[in-house]
Nanobody
Framework: QVHMVESGGGLVQAGGSMRLSCAAS????????MGWFRQAPGKEREFVGA????????WFATSVKGRFTISRDTAKNTVYLQMNSLKPEDTAVYYC??????????????????WGQGTQVTVSS
């Protein structure tokens, strides 16, 4: 099992940047594919981006492609979500998630086995 804690959320103006961190503890971090999701009030949780176990591959939702990047630091057991050119519609609670299965649909909420508690990101206009 792996336990994850997100940090780095807060309030930022539109056009600004923010970096979220997801620190993992427990089982070997490198065994997990990692994803970022977000949930705005009254909406379903949606895929933001994902990174493979090795860190060599990343995927992003169309709405954030070109603005967000993901990286992972195995030595620190941490995955990062760098968010640039933020928009008010990026306002949501952001969650990191871990998947340990051989078959992984990176954009599917249901494919992830472990979740962090979430961190609030608010983008003001």
């Amino acid at each position: 099992q792996v336990h994850m804690v997100e940090s780095g959320g807060g309030l930022v103006q539109a056009g600004g940047s923010m970096r979220l961190s997801c620190a993992a503890s427990g089982r070997t971090f490198s065994r997990y594919n990692m994803g970022w999701f977000r949930q705005a009030p009254g909406k379903e949780r949606e895929f933001v981006g994902a990174v493979s176990r090795s860190g060599s591959s990343t995927w992003f939702a169309t709405s954030v492609k070109g603005r967000f990047t993901i990286s992972r630091d195995t030595a620190k057991n941490t995955v990062y979500l760098q968010m640039n050119s933020l928009k008010p519609e990026d306002t949501a609670v952001y969650y990191c998630a871990a998947d340990e299965d051989a078959i992984w649909r990176y954009s599917s909420v249901n494919d992830y086995d472990y979740w962090g508690q979430g961190t609030q990101v608010t983008v003001s206009s």
